[in-house]
């Protein structure tokens, strides 16, 4: 997308309906998200300014200025809406009966012609009531009484794999991390699954998908879980708070470790005893891409705000400590925005949407720490693939949708001769060829493949004929007289040899 005319400092919204928590449309940054999740809604907002001065401004709602789209079936406590990496579609679960999952149609640029397209059937088993869900590659996931939902977007294609073990805790979250997703069984083990292979994690102290050692908090409360990062921002297991002021950790090879620094503990030693008896069916804590995470006390009416910095093992320095904090609303969750990443969403029970600059120099989340939402071009990249060949020309990199010019240089191959680019490998796709004119794609990385005819040489064959001696047989007589020449007529020309 091009960048929109006007950016400008986000206020706060007040929905129709309250979200769970705020997403993002991945190809066009004018769009955020949420799920009414005591409704049948889609809820939909533009996150930045699309048209300057025009009639839309930050805030406003897609749908006529509107917040809300029904999909027809009541939205669960923890539901999201997923867009698939091409922008077009929409999933939202849907956790109360009929147990599917909604599926709306954005694929046109005007919001007010989106529509459902239907519902996509869960396997037998249904979504827990208090389960959250997250796409990844295009691949959406969410939990069931007995362990993981998958729903195969590209085909609408549904599955379920069970934990080793028991089931999840009816308040479990799904985690991402370290590129594979987690969650808390019913017996306090921390299973783990593989999206890259489709299979419960078995690797290190992973066996079929559950760590070797359990959190201690049989017979209590679970009420808070955060995933934990070395000081070199790795992953480096979970942590959690359990019973009011008990702390566990279990680290990235499944087995307890009391070395490592939980954030839950320091909170409560910094600010006294949380409210976080909500959190456990209501809250999830974000670790940012800058490996800090802000905890808060979800749904409460009054909340405090804490950062802990996983690369110094200590309170956030760019972070002011909010305490007694009513400006957000009844938040359920902080979410770091998808390019700006001073810019954190909370989404409330009581409604209210907002987006806060984590290094305010008041206290975060209060009046007039509202974050400057803007456009931020991505770069992305144009790769040529030389199939077999070298000498290809180097990368080019522009920002999203930009137009680049196509490299002159030349590749060589042996054997073969250069016929020009083309976005397959087989040939079948559209042909580029030097000084063409090409479009970088919105996000990630695009290649040209070179096209490759075999060389045919002309071959001149010289053929040696060996000289040839023709013997021509003479007759030779034996004792005959040869007469000689006649004698001169008088007159005639005279005869000299």
């Known amino acids: ?20 928590d705020v997403t993002f449309h991945p190809t066009n940054q004018n769009y955020a998200f949420f799920a009414h999740h005591r409704s049948n809604v889609l809820g939909c907002f533009y996150r930045i300014d699309p048209d300057g001065a025009g009639s839309i401004e930050q805030g ?3 749908f006529n200025g509107g917040y809300t789209l029904s999909i027809n079936g009541s939205v669960g406590q923890k539901s999201s809406v997923w867009v698939t990496s091409d922008g077009n579609t929409a999933y939202i679960p849907l956790n109360a009966s009929p147990f599917v999952i909604a ?26 009531f208090h389960s959250n869900s997250v796409m990844v590659d295009d691949v959406l996931y969410a939990l069931s009484s007995t362990g993981w939902l998958t729903l195969d977007t590209d085909t609408d294609t549904a599955g379920s ?22 969650a808390v069984s019913i017996d ?14 078995d690797h290190n102290g992973w066996i079929n998908g559950q760590s070797t050692d359990q959190f201690p908090a049989t017979g209590h409360v679970r009420e808070v879980v955060v995933e934990y990062r070395n000081t070199d921002g790795s992953f480096g297991g979970f942590c959690i708070e359990y019973g009011s002021e008990n702390y566990a950790c279990l680290n990235a090879d499944g087995s307890l470790d009391a070395t490592m620094v939980n954030p839950f503990e320091q909170m409560q030693n910094a600010l006294g005893l949380q409210s976080w008896s909500s959190a456990a069916p209501y809250g999830q804590f974000y670790v940012t891409r800058q490996h800090q995470v802000i905890i808060h006390e979800p749904l409460q009416t009054t909340q405090d ?27 359920y969750t902080i979410v770091q925005d998808l390019w700006n990443d001073t810019c954190f969403w909370s989404n409330a029970d009581n409604r209210i949407i907002g987006v806060w600059n984590i290094s305010h120099t008041g206290s975060f989340g209060t009046s007039g720490g509202e974050c400057d939402v803007t456009f931020v071009a991505e770069t992305v990249t144009l790769i040529y693939d030389p199939r077999g060949g070298s000498g290809e020309p180097g990368d080019q990199s522009g920002d999203a949708a930009s137009d680049v010019t196509v490299s002159t240089t030349v590749p060589t191959r042996v054997g073969y001769t250069f016929t020009g680019w083309n976005i397959q490998a087989d040939g079948e796709g559209d042909d580029y060829a030097g000084d063409d004119t090409y ?29 040839t001696t023709t013997t021509v047989p003479t007759d030779v007589l034996g004792d005959v007289e040869v007469a000689g020449p006649a004698d001169p007529v008088p007159g005639s020309p005279t005869f000299t040899g």
């Open 1 to 20: 997308m091009s960048a929109p005319a006007s950016a400008e400092v986000f206020d706060t919204i007040t929905t129709p309906g309250d979200g769970w």
């Open 60 to 62: 406003d709602g897609c």
């Open 103 to 128: 599926k709306v149609d954005i694929s046109d640029a005007n919001p007010n012609n989106w529509a459902l397209a239907g519902t996509v059937n869960w396997p037998v088993a249904v979504v827990q």
């Open 161 to 182: 794999v069970a934990f080793s073990s028991n089931g999840p805790d009816a308040y479990s979250s799904i985690y991402e991390a370290d590129g594979k997703l987690w």
């Open 188 to 201: 306090y083990y921390l299973q783990c699954y593989d999206p890259a292979d489709g299979a419960l994690c």
């Open 305 to 331: 705000y804490y950062c802990w910095d996983y690369t110094t093992q200590a309170a956030c320095a760019n972070f002011n400590i909010s305490q007694g904090n009513t400006t957000p609303g009844w938040a």
């Open 439 to 467: 479009t970088l794609p919105n996000s990630g990385t695009d290649t040209l493949y070179a096209q490759w005819e075999p060389f045919t040489a002309t071959t001149t064959t010289t053929t040696t004929v060996a000289p």
